[in-house]
């Protein structure tokens, strides 16, 4: 149980390093991006900005020459006709100013939104991280649980243990042609078993599959460990339709 637990959270911890460097990747390729395309809108607005200089000393330049041709010559009929040529020209040169202008604001928007979409990115990469953090915790807290929930059966048992050790336990018990403690062995219906150092004779009553029946344990499930006779503790590994079992018996 304690196996098929860690492998859980090891799994879990497993999956959540993936969404975690996946989410990683996108965001940094998403920053490559953005960056790449802010990059670009800030070229384009440079390359906007100077148009829209050299058109507004054209239009600074062209009211000048009005002026120059009033100073050197005389009022004339000429004259005047010149500032309704240089007029539409300096009309003319105004609305790429205002589109100028106005292509440089849609730009800095764009820029801002990026930005604002980046450090959003940012967060949510920060975020993630957090979730890693989380989730990589658990199987830290399960396997310094294990101790803790185990430590109270062993405080049990070790409480019970001078009354049981000396029952289960005897020097004068056999050491030949016995299953020594703690060490598994198989058996089949209607089979003894004495164990070593003990008095204990184990009886096989039944064997099914996924359970076994022991005379003093009763019915025991594969997988299972119980009390067993005079403070000892039994445990079944195997039972199947053969009626064959694998079983151990441990006395403390």
Do not use: W
């Not at 589109?99 to 979409?117: H, K, N, Y």
């Not at 807290?141 to 049981?164: F, H, I, N, R």
């Amino acid at each position: 149980m304690d196996r098929v637990i860690s492998l859980l959270a090891a799994l879990v911890g497993l999956i959540a390093l993936g969404g975690a460097i996946l989410v990683h990747t996108n965001a940094d390729t998403q920053r490559r991006e953005m960056a790449t395309e802010i990059a670009q809108l800030k070229a384009s607005m440079s390359l906007l900005g100077a148009p829209g200089a050299a058109s507004g000393k054209t239009h600074t330049a062209a009211p000048l020459l009005p002026a120059a041709a009033s100073s050197v010559a005389p009022p004339s009929q000429p004259s005047a006709s010149m500032p309704s040529a240089s007029m539409p020209s300096a009309a003319a040169s105004a609305p790429p100013t205002d589109d100028t202008a106005r292509a440089m604001q849609d730009l800095q928007a764009r820029i801002a939104s990026l930005e604002q979409v980046a450090s959003s990115q940012a967060a949510e990469l920060d975020a993630a991280r957090a979730r890693l953090a989380a989730a990589s915790a658990p199987p830290t807290d399960v396997a310094t649980a294990e101790p803790a929930a185990v430590t109270p059966l062993t405080a049990a048992t070790a409480s019970g243990a001078p009354t049981a050790t000396p029952s289960a336990v005897s020097t004068d018990g056999p050491t030949k042609d016995c299953i020594p403690l703690g060490t598994r062995f198989m058996g089949q219906s209607g089979d003894s078993f004495p164990l070593c150092k003990t008095h204990i004779v184990l009886k096989v009553a039944a064997v099914t599959d996924g359970l076994a029946t022991i005379s003093g344990a009763g019915d025991v499930a594969v997988g299972a460990t119980v009390p067993y006779n005079k403070g000892c503790m039994l445990a079944v590994f195997s039972a199947d339709d053969s009626g064959f079992a694998e079983m151990r018996v441990t006395c403390q």
